[in-house]
């Protein structure tokens, strides 16, 4: 008997089934990549408060009425010009922002969730919106600034909304109607933040939180004072 032939046929078997064990092994690799990959579908855990990113345009769009109207007047029409699409998009994620606020400040957990996803951007915001939300359950925002941040959301807001009825060739009346909405969304938004931000006691994720604006004096020290008398 031949012992080549022999050892040849165990060496050809060997690298065989080597070659399959490593085909074998690479597709049982991709495999679990793309199962593990797909089972990476879950949406964000977002509490009890109602989904806030993906539910429809703007996000938390089911929170003003007035603003979701105005955003769906554009969303399926068609610009005339090349800054439309631009402006749309930025006029939706103010209208995003403002629905999104009124959402986490009306909610009765008390705690930034829906905000926390907005994006900032130099051109409306004056600090993330979130942050404006944290500082409204803390009561730590001055009328001041509250005043100013809805302030450059509603002016950049009617200043796109004007561009925006160029650029879909809408008509007078449809644009007077579409600004009186929006004012009213902006209006409501701006009403529920001066109830939430300057109230009395700040709640910060349903629990009442205690401040101290000014120095403690103890009683026990209220009849004591500087010497008065002689030596």
């Not at 610009?79 to 922002?97: A, M, V």
């Not at 450059?152 to 561009?163: D, I, S």
Request: proline share 4%.
């Amino acid at each position: 008997m031949d012992t080549r032939k022999v050892f040849s046929v165990t060496l050809s078997s060997v690298t065989t089934n080597a070659i399959i064990a490593v085909v074998a092994a690479l597709l049982a690799t991709y495999i679990a990549a793309v199962v593990y990959g797909m089972s990476q579908t879950t949406p964000k855990k977002e509490g009890f408060g109602g989904v806030a990113v993906g539910s429809g345009v703007p996000d938390c769009l089911r929170t003003s009425s007035e603003l979701a109207s105005v955003a769906d007047f554009f969303v399926n029409k068609t610009s005339t010009t090349e800054e439309g699409g631009d402006d749309l998009r930025e006029f939706l994620l103010i209208c995003s922002k403002l629905s999104c606020f009124k959402k986490d400040l009306m909610g009765v957990a008390g705690v930034v969730e829906a905000t926390r996803y907005q994006p900032y951007s130099t051109a409306h915001d004056m600090e993330p919106v979130a942050e404006t939300t944290s500082r409204c359950f803390a009561k730590t925002i001055p009328p001041r600034d509250l005043n100013l941040i809805m302030d450059k959301w509603g002016t950049r807001g009617e200043k796109l909304l004007k561009r925006l009825c160029t650029s879909f060739d809408v008509d007078s009346s449809d644009y007077n109607a579409l600004v009186q909405k929006f004012k009213e969304g902006l209006n409501d938004v701006n009403d529920v933040a001066k109830k939430t931000c300057f109230g009395v006691g700040s709640v910060i994720a349903g629990v009442q939180q205690v401040r101290m604006p000014s120095a403690y004096e103890t009683p026990d020290l209220i009849d004591l004072g500087p010497y008065k008398g002689y030596y």
